[in-house]
Nanobody, 129 residues
């Protein structure tokens, strides 16, 4: 039974920080790249970040560069998304998922939900004063 368990979301004030975790259960994360997506109410799911198995290749969407950091610990079967200087527009359900392991940045495709094989159920981030 393959699943992800995301955690770390919550209600925070603008300017606050959170650390989201994504734990793989039932499989070894080290065989996969990990993508983070988010979906705000009424909007399409959008890519936030990607990290390859070795972490040699990472991607952050322009809207989060300088504020978000992606990392992983394969020994703990866990990926992380650290979020700083949160803005109201960051409010969304955040999801992690497995995808192909692209270790060459030139091969990284456009990140759409179609690249994800297995999704977690998500964790809600709400930014409000």
């Amino acid at each position: 039974h393959v699943q992800f368990v995301e955690s770390g979301g919550g209600l925070v004030q603008p300017g606050g920080s959170l650390r989201l975790s994504c734990v793989a259960d039932g499989f070894e994360m080290k065989h996969y790249g990990i993508a983070w997506f988010r979906q705000a109410p009424g909007k399409e799911r959008e890519a936030v970040s990607y990290i390859s198995n070795t972490a040699a290749v990472t991607y952050l969407a322009d809207s989060v560069k300088g504020r978000f950091t992606v990392s992983r610990d394969n020994a703990k079967n866990t990926a992380y998304l650290e979020i700083h200087n949160l803005k109201p527009e960051d409010t969304a359900q955040y999801y992690c998922g497995t995808c192909e392991d692209w270790e060459d940045p030139d091969e990284l495709p456009s990140l759409t939900p179609k690249i994800v094989d297995y999704w977690g159920k998500g964790t809600l981030v709400t930014v409000s004063s």
